[in-house]
């Protein structure tokens, strides 16, 4: 994922990051530096299970508008722009795939394009929501199943920052299915 805080503020010219005194709201489970006590969007955003506020069914909120106001005020815009491209469907489990790594350093098409099977191998959550005929697991009534919810949420090599990150996600393209 584009390094970006939940907040919508761009990380990469951050005068805290570059000294490397700070590692983002998203390594620091939203207590870094500036703000010791936690920060409370960034909390806010965890508790939904959101990867930033863009993708919360109430964006942009009272506190994200007042809270943003005073340090952050491209932050909105940012999260505007990062949603024309976010909400559309990327994967079948919620990862965003234009964000990812392996997509270019691995030659990865994405459980999309390549059928549930992905640089890695056979994804069992891709070729379950296959299987059963759903575009993505936001359209299953089951979801979160174990094995979605395992690697979201338990993962802690390889799951979301913050945990169910792309269970968000899922909510956000079910909403904009209907």
Request: charged share 20%; aromatic share 8%; proline share 3%.
């Amino acid at each position: 994922m584009r390094n970006v805080t939940i907040c919508g503020e761009y990380c990469d010219g951050c005068q805290h990051l570059v000294n490397d005194e700070c590692a983002g709201c998203r390594e620091e489970a939203g207590c870094v530096k500036m703000w010791e006590s936690g920060c409370t969007i960034y909390q806010c955003a965890a508790d939904k299970q959101l990867f930033h506020c863009g993708f919360c069914a109430d964006f942009p909120c009272k506190m994200l508008i007042d809270t943003t106001s005073k340090w952050n005020s491209n932050g909105i815009n940012h999260l505007e722009e990062l949603m024309k491209e976010q909400s559309v469907v990327q994967s079948r489990c919620g990862l965003l795939c234009n964000e990812c790594e392996y997509k270019e350093t691995c030659g990865c098409g994405g459980c999309l394009e390549t059928k549930g099977h992905p640089f890695h191998g056979e994804c069992p959550v891709a070729i379950c929501c296959q299987n059963n005929g759903y575009m993505h697991c936001g359209e299953c009534p089951n979801m979160p199943c174990e094995q979605l919810y395992t690697y979201s949420c338990l993962d802690q090599e390889h799951g979301d920052k913050p945990s169910g990150g792309r269970l968000g996600v899922l909510r956000c393209w079910a909403r904009n299915q209907t």
